[in-house]
Each structure stands twice: as structure tokens, then as C-alpha cells.
């Protein structure tokens, strides 16, 4: 099998391997099945799609919609590589799947209009597919319900996409939670590579990022503690399965 590639831009090592971890045991993957690639600090690999199987590109304390002076060089040098290989993504129609910082990105690349007008704090929340969405064949491999619970934690959102991308599924007060472009090229805003453990240690690790208030942190997630969001996960190992070659 070709190998996937995970895109991390997560500047603390011990958060970045973590959310390795966890996307090796939600895709089912093994270590030589799945390339990492931190574009915080490095290029991406001389790839091209037929060295690869498909690239997962999780989330970030980066947020594409920051004005530019605000940004890190390391915010900088990772999303001129993200554009970069988004660029080679869509002309090699390369199998691609953003969560949350993902959502951002493929939908900057690809015309969307980012902003802070549907963020959401960090929690549980509903997301519900729509009728495209019941009928795309990632979502039916991953065997998602109409309605499901999604992780969240978000400060921009997709506020407008391009007529050319298709809403898979959305909630109350987030419109656009997953879309495509093309056929093969997918973004959450959903975190399907976290569980509600893993998202408390995540979020412990980002407790002064403005994702929620750190005096209200435990009850956050004391909260959390009380929701079960084992299906999004789902779509990890289904887009493992449906686009390995």
C-alpha cells in the first residue's frame, strides 16, 4: 500500500505526537502507513499523488483568518506550505482530509470566506448531515448517523463557500461543520480525531488560547465528561480504507 501523510503544524512536541497517536488508531494505520509531516518547521516531502494514498491534515492553534502581522513565522511558514500542497492536491485530484484547521485552509484555497462569525467554544455539540452528505461515499463508509455528535473548540468557521464546494453536514449554530470539493477532498470543523479523552488533554494543553475561559475549564470539562462522540471518529478509518491504493 502507499502510504498516507499526516500534516501536523502543532509547534509543542508533546501535543503533536499525541494527536499522532490518535490518528494511527482511529485510521487504523501503522507507523510506515502514515508519514508525518510537521510544516511548522519543515517542507513537505518531494511527494506527488502517485507516491501516496491520500493526506489528513488535523487541527492547530493557527487560525488562517488572522490578519498576517499577527501571525508566527512558524503560522507563516506552515500555511505557505498547506497552500502549497493544496495547490498539488487539487490538480493531482490527491485524496485530502482537513479537520478543523483543515476547514480553514482547503476553504481559504479554495475561495471560501473564513471569518469569527460562527466560532464555537469548545464542547459537544449536534451535527446533522445533509442530503448530499447522506449520499457521499466517505460519510456512507464511515457509516455516520443523519444526526451525530461532534467535538468542537473553534474560533473561525466557514462563513460563505464557494458554489462549487458541497455542504455535507452542519449544525445550529456552525452552518458549515463538513464539506467537499472536487470528489475526493474533504474538510470537518468537527475534531473526528478526538474523543472526548483526548480533547480534554488537548485542551488542557491550550487552556490560555481563548478557546473557552480557563477559570471555567473543569466545569468545561466536567461537561464533556458526560458526552459519548465515538462516531465522527469514524471517518478517519473510513477515509483510510476507501482511498488506500
Known sequence: MKPFVQIATRPEDDVALTEREAVLAFTGLAEDELLWARLDRDPFPGLTGADISGIILCGSPFTVSDPAADKSPAQIRA?????????????EDIPFLGACYGIGTLGTHQGARIDRTHGE???AVEITLTEAGLKDPLVREARLPETFTGLV????????LPLHAVTLASGRTCPVQMFRVGTRQYATQFHPELDVPSIIERARAYREHGYFSPDE????FDALRHETADEAPRLLRAFATLFAR
Do not use: N, S, W
Not at 500555511?79 to 490538480?91: G, K, P, S
Not at 473548540?153 to 460563505?160: C, D, I, L, P
Not at 475549564?217 to 468545561?220: A, G, R
Open 217 to 220: 475549564m473543569e466545569d468545561v
Open 121 to 123: 467554544p469548545l464542547g
Open 153 to 160: 473548540g473553534h474560533k473561525e468557521a466557514v462563513h460563505t
Open 79 to 91: 500555511e505557505a506550505e498547506i497552500f502549497r500542497v493544496l495547490d498539488q492536491v487539487i490538480a
